[in-house]
């Protein structure tokens, strides 16, 4: 039962980054000389390749310690986290979820740290078979358009960005409610978005600039500066931390130059 | 002496009470029923009954029910003619039929939902042909009655089977004798004799299509009305608030637990 007891939450999507520098933990005999520590992370879908990549930079330089990544909506991980998930650090796609742990005093620190930033883009799959060009053919009749579900922080920046483009006389009021219209479907976290256009099951979507540099292959059409938002990404050691240090540890790699240079290079804005 | 109490006897002259079966069954009944008694406690607050049925909750209970009913009568309709060619006919390749219709009971519903995306999506197998006949099925509700035909079916066809399996081939053979049609066969002999069976199936079958959640949510997306059935409702809903995801479960618990009960009492009928 212990050994149930140490993944804790009963997440499904968590990724194991085992320490290399311990070859004694991975064959699950751990040696005297290296005493392995396991560091948890919510995170957000969003963050899932560059929050993988500098596991593996922070690990190098702390060897015998092992993350456990549970990427998710940030509003899935908020409800773990409130229903007594046992975790280091939750790193939010929007200060909302981040919000409603700190009245619960489950995380101590406000105001948060920021640590990145990210925008929406307009996302077709390659080829763009429906022949999208610009953003007010999102609201041509019968295209099949995927968002995000309002609840995850992505879903409720797209619409965001709808209502911004609405005010623009050139497109108009009723822009916003006609791409409504076309939404087929409303999926649960933003990645399972780009999915659905990645099969091109969809004709487009609306999705994070971060998410596109993940899919190479996807066509983009880019959302201008004053339509967009800019999406902060909070990052806090939970009040409930299992190993405080090693967590805030984590988030100063994530804001040193090496952590920052990595969440670039996935395609996200460093800082405020 | 029936063997149960034989056993019973045996443990009582050993002078142990038999807590070698009791202590793990203990535990394993812990897991299973503390889960459910925990939802309906918390759920057991008036409160939250107001703002839980919401109309997107009620949308989705009336969607569910629509495409658990189509998808039951679709499987009585293709699944009994089915299971009865499986019982009574033999022929090349019977063997591989048989595994291939269990398949979807074992295989994760995420699994199903990419096989059904795979086949009939836009970009799949047959999503070329399907677009010539102007039919575009996934974001359907005919694509969630196809996810729950999928996944709930075999439980039908498989309690069919071994209903119809049951029945002694000589009543068919004197039938045929006395000049009866295979058709006239199959309705005034082979059905009601295997009515408890089917019945087993069809509750199963039912239960099993309300619970679909996985291949839905891959294969037909998450739209309001449309798409989202209870499942799902309650998945969207858990990070939205409690309530409702707590009322709504407590709904599909109370219709699985009548199914299931009538089930039971069919099972004990068909002992006797």
Not at chain 1, 99 to 105: A, E, G, Q, Y
Not at chain 1, 137 to 155: M, Q, T, Y
Request: net charge neutral.
């Amino acid at each position: 039962m212990s050994a149930c007891g140490e993944s804790g939450t009963g997440i499904s999507a968590s990724t194991d980054i085992e320490s290399g520098a311990n070859p004694g933990a991975q064959s699950g005999f751990p040696t005297v000389a290296t005493k392995t520590r396991t560091l948890t992370v919510f995170a957000a879908v969003s963050l899932t390749d560059a929050f993988q990549e500098i596991g593996k930079a922070f690990r190098a330089v702390h060897p015998g310690v092992k993350i456990n990544f549970n990427f998710a909506g940030s509003q899935v991980l908020r409800s773990q986290l409130e229903q007594g998930a046992v975790t280091d650090i939750f790193a939010s796609a929007d200060t909302k979820n981040m919000d409603i742990l700190f009245k619960d005093n489950l995380i101590a620190s406000n105001p948060y740290q920021d640590f990145t930033t990210n925008r929406l883009v307009v996302i077709l799959p390659s080829g763009n078979p429906a022949g999208v060009k610009t953003l007010d053919e999102l609201a041509r009749p019968n295209l099949k358009l995927v968002l995000a579900d309002p609840s995850v922080p992505a879903g409720n920046y797209a619409r965001q960005v709808l209502l911004n483009i609405s005010k623009d006389p050139a497109y108009g009021d009723g822009f916003s409610s006609a791409v409504l219209a076309n939404v087929v479907s409303n999926e649960t976290d933003v990645r399972q978005v780009v999915t659905k256009v990645e099969l091109g099951e969809a004709d487009a979507g609306i999705v994070y600039v971060s998410d596109a540099f993940a899919a190479p292959d996807l066509v983009t059409i880019p959302i201008a500066e004053k339509f967009n938002i800019i999406a902060h990404y909070p990052i806090a050691v939970l009040t409930n931390s299992p190993n405080p240090d090693l967590a805030a540890g984590f988030i100063s790699f994530v804001m040193s130059p090496e952590g920052q240079a990595i969440m670039e290079k996935w395609g996200f804005t460093p800082g405020k | 002496m029936n063997p149960s109490s034989r056993l019973f006897h045996h443990t009582k002259t050993d002078n142990s009470p038999g807590w070698v079966f009791i202590i793990p069954s203990l535990v394993l009944i812990a897991l299973i029923g503390l889960p459910i008694l925990a939802l309906v406690w918390r759920s057991a607050n008036i409160s939250i009954f107001p703002f839980a049925f919401t109309e997107s909750a009620f949308k989705a209970l009336k969607l569910s029910l629509l495409t658990s009913t189509i998808c039951v009568v679709l499987a009585i309709l293709t699944g009994t003619p089915l299971a009865y060619i499986q019982a009574h006919w033999t022929y090349r390749g019977k063997a591989f039929l048989d595994v291939l219709v269990d398949l979807p009971i074992v295989l994760p519903p995420s699994v199903a939902g990419i096989a059904l995306l795979m086949a009939f999506g836009r970009q799949g197998l047959f999503g070329g042909w399907l677009n010539i006949l102007g039919i575009s099925l996934p974001f359907t509700t005919v694509a969630v009655v196809m996810a729950q035909v999928f996944v709930s079916a075999p439980f039908l066809v498989r309690s069919a089977r071994v209903g119809f399996a049951a029945i002694d081939p000589q009543l068919d053979e004197a039938a045929k004798v006395e000049g009866a049609s295979n058709w006239h066969v199959f309705q005034h002999i082979m059905l009601p004799l295997a009515s408890r069976a089917l019945l087993t199936g069809i509750i199963l079958c039912w239960t099993r299509s309300l619970g679909e959640f996985g291949a839905t949510l891959l294969f037909a997306g998450n739209l309001e009305g449309k798409t989202q059935t209870m499942p799902l409702a309650i998945y969207v809903g858990f990070e939205q608030g409690l309530g409702i995801a707590l009322v709504l479960s407590v709904v599909l618990l109370a219709v699985s637990f009548v199914l299931l009960t009538l089930l039971r009492r069919l099972e004990l009928k068909s002992q006797h």
